[in-house]
């Protein structure tokens, strides 16, 4: 069957509504896996390479998910994921140099730190970073101490209480909180305390790649059948096969591999018909799902030193314009991109376009007063995306990650799986927990 063929087989669909360039499959599938991010790209290779029918159906006119490179700048800006991290033994990095594809090692320390325009020395700066540490020791004691999980928020002001920061401290403070907040994705008062560092990590440096993480997924993506622009709306048992009704045709397959977002899930966008677990619905609920968003602009001249890797300022609020990262020595461009989390990312989302360039640039123009104003800018919306729901999944107060297990487990006698970032408790919230998970249920499968 060529590949005009397999669209007629497709009822009711365009060749513009479908990228396939892999084997002939027709219904039912073996597997219909539900989104073409890494989990499902993972899943789907694995599954495809021992024969299996496989069609994966992604709701975006792209596959990739939370992995995005936006050319709309005229050069790559990764509005999703952007590193690989802990490079070494990282499934990412093996498929980076297999691709022949470029990384780029960052230095976070690489990095001019400013309050209200004032660069802050480095032995400052260590000296606020060793008190910093010295708080968050005593805040891990006091919530070790601490009968049940509370949360990192809650354990710090115990930490604090009675002490009196001056303001320049307080600043200071907010600039070392904003990298958990950055990080996670969520607000101090969103994160356990007991489990905030009960991932597993890969060692070496983190790296990016110059010229979008999206060259993995194109690379990854050739050879499979992608049906895009069509949503799973539901799913239901068939009897033999499993149901997938779509906002363009029904689908039939023995077993259905879901990797959507866990905001998709929260969201309850898909409808289960009553196939999932009371246990599962409890995960679902149970785990947190954080939000992290950029803003990149681009200005007609470099007005700031081009060899450091990020400009980072104090700030009033938690992960309000604190770290700027230079895309010069990324992209070669004069650009940087913002990183916000938690409470102010979810406030972005409300504002404009023109308000945010016009607060960024005036959290800037504290450092380099001659900045020009921006001549284009992209800002990432992930919460209001209706195929994301928000960035990626964290642990609240209270869970200590057999909710991810549970996310991992299969529903309906085994035929319906899921994979994805919130499925794996190990490495959850990255592109490698993602890859691993979805590799995972292909080799049960086919187990
Ligand atoms: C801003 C940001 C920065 C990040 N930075 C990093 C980083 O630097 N390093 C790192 O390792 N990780 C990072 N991550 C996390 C990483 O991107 C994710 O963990 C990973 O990409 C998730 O892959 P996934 O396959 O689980 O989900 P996704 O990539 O979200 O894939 C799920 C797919 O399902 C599709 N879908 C949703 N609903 C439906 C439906 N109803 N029907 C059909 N399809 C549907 C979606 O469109 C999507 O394509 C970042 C994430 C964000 C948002």
């Known amino acids: 069957m060529n590949r005009r063929q397999f669209l007629a087989g497709l009822s009711g669909l365009t060749m513009t ?34 024969g299996a029918s496989v069609l994966i159906v992604e709701a975006r006119e792209r596959c990739g998910g939370r992995v995005w490179t936006d050319q ?13 991290h802990g490079s070494r033994n990282n499934p990412i990095t093996a498929l980076a140099g297999d691709f022949g594809v470029k990384t780029l090692k960052t230095d976070y320390e690489n990095a001019s730190v400013h309050d209200r325009g004032k660069r802050i020395s480095d032995q400052q700066l260590v000296r606020w970073y060793r008190d910093y540490e010295g708080l968050l020791a005593d805040a891990a004691e006091i919530a070790e101490d601490s009968d049940q999980d509370i949360s990192v928020g809650a354990a710090l002001q115990r930490a604090l209480k009675g002490e009196r920061l001056s303001k320049d401290e307080a600043r200071a403070l907010n600039y070392f909180l904003s990298g958990i907040v950055t990080t996670a994705g969520a607000d101090l008062s969103e994160l356990s305390a007991w489990y905030l560092d009960s991932d597993q990590a890969f060692a070496g440096a983190d790296r990016l790649f110059p010229d979008g993480y999206g060259q993995l997924v194109a690379r990854l993506s050739a050879g499979l059948a992608i049906l895009t622009e069509t949503e799973v709306r539901k799913i239901a048992n068939d009897g033999k096969h499993l149901r997938l009704e779509t906002t363009r045709q029904t689908l039939r397959a023995e077993q259905v591999v879901v990797t959507v977002p866990l905001g998709v899930l929260k969201a309850n966008r898909i409808d289960f018909s009553q196939l999932l677990s009371p246990a599962k619905q409890q995960a679902i609920g149970d785990l947190g799902f954080g939000l992290l968003n950029k803003v990149v602009l681009k200005f007609p001249e470099v007005v700031w030193d081009q060899r450091i890797e990020f400009i980072d300022r104090f700030s009033d609020q938690v992960s309000q314009w604190s770290t700027f990262m230079n895309l010069v020595p ?64 964290h642990l609240p107060p209270g869970q200590d990650g057999s909710a991810y297990d549970v996310m991992a487990q299969a529903e309906a006698g085994g035929r319906l799986r899921f994979a994805g970032e919130a499925t794996i408790r190990d490495y959850p919230a990255t592109v490698h927990g993602a890859w691993l998970s979805g590799q995972r249920e292909a080799e049960q499968m086919l187990g």
């Open 17 to 50: 509504h479908c990228v396939f360039e892999g084997h002939a499959a027709t219904q039912p599938y073996d597997v219909i896996v539900v989104g073409a991010g890494m989990a499902g790209l993972a899943t789907a290779i694995a599954l495809q390479s021992e």
């Open 72 to 84: 709309a700048l005229g050069f790559p800006c990764d509005l999703g994921a952007s590193w690989i």
């Open 330 to 393: 990324v992209a070669q461009q004069p650009a940087l991109m913002a990183f916000c989390g938690g409470t102010f990312a979810r406030q972005m989302e409300s504002r404009s376009d023109g308000q945010l360039r016009d607060e960024a640039v005036s959290a800037l123009r504290e450092i380099y007063p001659g900045i020009p104003d921006p001549t284009a800018m992209l800002v990432s919306r992930w919460a209001s995306d209706p195929y994301a729901g928000g960035s990626y999944s």
